[in-house]
């Protein structure tokens, strides 16, 4: 029984492993994304010659860097839904709770490591650029900083993806994400509270803070992130099950 | 077999389905046949897990399809068309699919060879004329050899060396012992093909027998299927 469920298991991994990485738009907006990051990272890097501040230098672009996770989320589920794909899935992979969150696995497996080159290449080149001018950094920090980035890209990609599956649509989920992130959360950031998904996914990244009262700790924002993400792909496996195709 | 049990399909205030019945069974090919609009693809699309009724059951060998073990081994299924992602060429299609039933690369190239789509195989989708597109759908319902097929409108778009090709493909299925059930308001490219037929009319079976108990005293089934679902028809089940 364990070997014939673990089978099932491997067989829709790499169904849905297959999907993504046959599927152009996601290598687009991968090297989109990538190509963006190093432009951001130069142009932070540039401004920050003077401060030497080589992880805020790194990791600037990370805002902009969310918008192409996002994206990746999006793209992997709501594609289900152009050419009439979802029968196939569907017939292919009746089990609707399982086939979601196998999808979303596969999902993590390109995202962690895109998110690390990404923030990992961004870093290393802000070290190289201000190396004369940087304080040097504790490798634990820079580790930590990395971990978080990696973390975050990769939880925001699993909240497009929860997204995609709950509007079924491209536009609709990316216009509300965006909406969110590049917004309402700037404009009326003061007015939010820290544990919203973006803020408290900042603080997985973010060197800590030097107010200590106004904010969050590494592991809060780290704790916080995942159940947000939870709750979207909870809320999104349970309209696929209960939804028509 | 496939057990369609007093179905029952409401959407808001309209009634898709009310409380259909019947079977199809193994060795046969069931022609379940209906104007536009009537609940052929309703019907099938609960049979296959994708919609849920509400009320009645659509079995296969007596289960949901969703708590079947080899959904792709079982059933193979063709809905309008090609079921597959524009921007993907029908051979990551297919070997997506064939990932998902546990069967080799090389299965790919036979269905693709069957279907007669091999040289195309590395285009995308999206290029595949409306035959072409019928013809990888129908790729991936016969990917896991199944015992059962059920192909919505399967004539639709193809041309007709496709249609007399798919004609002997499906009475050989089902001179093999499977079980064939396939939907078409296409009377007239049908009746060659059925040994059973089920006719539905706005979401009620108005008749189900053998092609001969069906047609009747008409001359053909087509004119029997205007007669049972013409506007003044009355029940004649």
Known sequence: MNIQAGRKFTRILGAEWGKLVTLPAVWLILAGTFVAQWVLTAAYTSVALQEGAILSAGLASMRYLQAGFMMLGVTATASEY??????????????????????HLALVMIAVPAAFLMAASGVLYASLMLRDTAVGLEPDLIAAS?????????????????????????????????????????????????YLPDTAGYYMYAPPSADPHNALTRMQGTGISILWTLLFITAAILLYRKRDA | ????????????????????????????????????????????????????????????HGKPFAELQHPLRTVGAALDGSGAHPMRTGRAHLRWIACAAGL????????LDVV???????????????????RLGIAAALLADPELLVLDEPVNGLDPEGIRWIRTFLRQRAEAGNTV?????????????????????????VADGTLEEVTGSHSTLEQAFFALTSEHAGDLR
């Open chain 2, 104 to 111: 080799p690369r090389s299965r790919v190239e036979e269905v």
């Open chain 2, 116 to 134: 007669g789509l091999t040289k195309a195989a590395g285009t995308r989708v999206k290029q595949y004329s409306l035959g072409m597109g019928r």
């Open chain 1, 82 to 103: 152009t050419g009439g794909q979802i029968r196939t899935t569907l017939t292919a992979l009746p089990w609707r709770g399982l086939q979601l969150s196998v999808k």
């Open chain 1, 146 to 194: 990395l971990a978080g980035a990696t973390g975050y890209l990769t939880f925001t990609a699993l909240l497009g993806a929860a997204a995609g599956a709950i509007w079924r649509r491209t536009t609709p989920a990316l216009v509300i994400l965006l909406g969110y992130y590049f917004i309402v959360s700037p404009l009326a950031g003061a007015y939010l509270p820290d």
């Open chain 2, 1 to 60: 077999m496939l057990t369609i049990n007093n179905l029952v399909k409401r959407r808001g205030t309209q009634e898709i389905l009310s409380g259909i019945s019947f079977e199809a069974r193994p060795g046969r090919v069931t022609g379940f046949l209906g104007p536009n609009g009537a609940g052929k693809s309703s019907t099938l699309r609960i049979l296959l897990g994708l919609d849920h009724a509400t009320s009645g059951s659509a079995l296969i």
């Open chain 2, 181 to 205: 059930l396939l939907s078409s308001h296409l009377m007239g490219e049908l009746a060659e093909t059925v040994d059973d037929v089920v006719i539905i009319k706005q979401g009620r079976i």
